[in-house]
């Protein structure tokens, strides 16, 4: 079967690949290992912080992001439960509130200090002797898997196919790409791998190296709750996952990335915890640095650390019925996606590595599918994968 685009990996990522590259005429396949994939979509917040833009580049995303979710719905036919919530950014007890909102200063819009008190009003779960203050901003907000099952639904819409099969390997006549091979079928085409945190071991089983990495991330997800109703998102103010990302990507660990059984920087806990619609809540989270992808963890143990952490903030959430469950979250080495034309070979690209992904994957997306019918686009000149070669 021969298709002008087959996009690897349905996550958020590679699902809004494909719709867009179907929208402006392309023949595409998009394919996922699993029907049910346990990736980092499926454990993500889907929050989504048009506020957060702070560059030039990126607050032009958050613009445009803002424009295209209310409407994503409506194009795509299906619900992805977008909406505006107030989030809170919690800051520990023992640090200092002034400084913290201070290096938020930079970003496109600046979020409000609250005192503990101003804050349990506005999220009266939280424990307010926890707290030396939060910070408030307005935050967007979809399902995730709602957006990704969206999106999919509008490329089927368009013509296009989902077909859930493992990518072995590429199909590769001398520096040319030509297409992927599954345990089933070879398909032929131009390949985008959108395989999240798995991207990087399925190009280096290519001989293909990339400054993508990932994190096994762990959290809690309780069944809808009727007893605990959250009226805000709730997060730490200092994510420590940052720094972590950025040890862990220092050139001296680089080497380490291929070969499985290392752990180069310890594990963090960035507490958080977002209840959707029909009254799941998701507890979160652990962050680990594996370089194996199968790595198995102790998930009673991480169950315990996660239930300690949230009972400190909002206590009510201590011993709520939950189920833990981790993913592998893919991430780059500037906290820029990787989007486009891999070095080095032709017929094969990257998008993968967002931070971020509910803010910049939709237009990103549109921006790719237009570039491959030919528009100039500067902002993905600035996300090629070739920056770092
Ligand atoms: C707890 C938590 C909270 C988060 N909160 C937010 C948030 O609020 N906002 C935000 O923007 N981001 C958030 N993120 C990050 C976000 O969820 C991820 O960055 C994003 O979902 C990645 O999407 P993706 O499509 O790149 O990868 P994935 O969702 O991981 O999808 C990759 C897909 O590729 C498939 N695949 C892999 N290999 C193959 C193969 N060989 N053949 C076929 N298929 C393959 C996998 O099965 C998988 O379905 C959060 C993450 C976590 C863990």
């Known amino acids: 079967m021969s ?32 029907p ?62 002034t400084a913290i909102a201070a290096s938020y200063q930079h970003y496109r819009i600046q979020p409000q200090l609250l005192d503990p008190s101003m804050a349990v009003k506005m ?31 509008g490329l089927r819409q368009a013509g296009g196919r989902v077909e859930i099969a493992s990518v072995e390997r590429f199909v590769q006549t001398g520096e040319r790409i030509e297409g992927v091979v599954t345990s089933q079928e ?29 994190t096994q991330a762990e959290i809690l997800e309780t069944p809808p709750l009727e007893t605990v109703s959250l009226q805000t998102i709730v997060m730490s103010a ?6 972590m990302e950025a040890k862990a990507t220092r050139p001296e660990y680089e080497s380490l990335w291929d070969e499985p059984g290392h752990e180069p920087v310890p594990p963090i806990l960035d507490v958080g915890a977002i209840q959707f619609q029909d009254g799941r809540i998701r507890i979160g989270q652990l962050s680990r640095v594996l370089t194996d992808p199968d790595a198995l963890v102790n998930a009673s143990a991480s169950e315990e650390q996660l239930r300690d952490r949230i009972g400190q903030v909002l206590p009510c959430l ?14 780059s080495g500037d906290r820029l996606p990787l989007i486009g034309a891999l070095p080095g070979v032709s017929g094969l690209y990257l998008c993968s590595g967002f931070n971020g992904p509910f803010l910049l994957a939709p237009p990103l997306a549109r921006r790719f599918a237009k570039s491959q019918k030919g528009e100039a686009d500067p902002i993905l000149a600035q996300l090629s994968p070739a920056r770092f070669s």
């Not at 048009?50 to 990126?58: E, Y």
């Not at 200092?238 to 720094?243: I, S």
């Not at 201590?318 to 991430?331: E, I, M, N, R, Y």
């Open 186 to 214: 070879i398909y032929s085409g131009q390949v985008i791998v959108s395989a999240g945190g798995l991207s990087r071991r399925l190009l280096y089983q290519m001989g293909i190296s990339t400054r993508l990495y990932y």
């Open 123 to 153: 999220e009266p779960l939280l424990e307010p002797k926890a707290i030396a203050a939060a910070l408030h901003i307005r935050h967007g907000h979809v399902d995730p898997e709602s957006l990704t099952r969206a999106y999919q639904h």
């Open 318 to 331: 201590k011993s709520v019925p939950a189920a833990w469950g981790s993913c592998l979250v893919g991430f």
């Open 3 to 34: 298709y002008d685009w087959i996009v690897v990996g349905a996550g958020l990522v590679g699902s809004a690949v494909a719709y867009e590259l179907a929208k402006v005429g392309f023949s595409v396949l998009l394919l996922d290992q699993s």
């Open 238 to 243: 200092e994510l420590q996952r940052m720094p």
């Open 36 to 97: 049910d994939p346990s990736n980092a979509t499926r454990y993500s917040y889907g929050g989504i912080a048009f506020w957060a833009g702070d560059s030039d580049l990126t607050r032009q995303l958050c613009q445009e992001s803002e424009a295209i979710h209310p409407q994503l719905s409506e194009e795509l036919g299906y619900d992805t439960q977008f909406r505006e919530m107030d989030m809170l950014l919690v800051i520990d007890r023992d640090r200092d509130p």
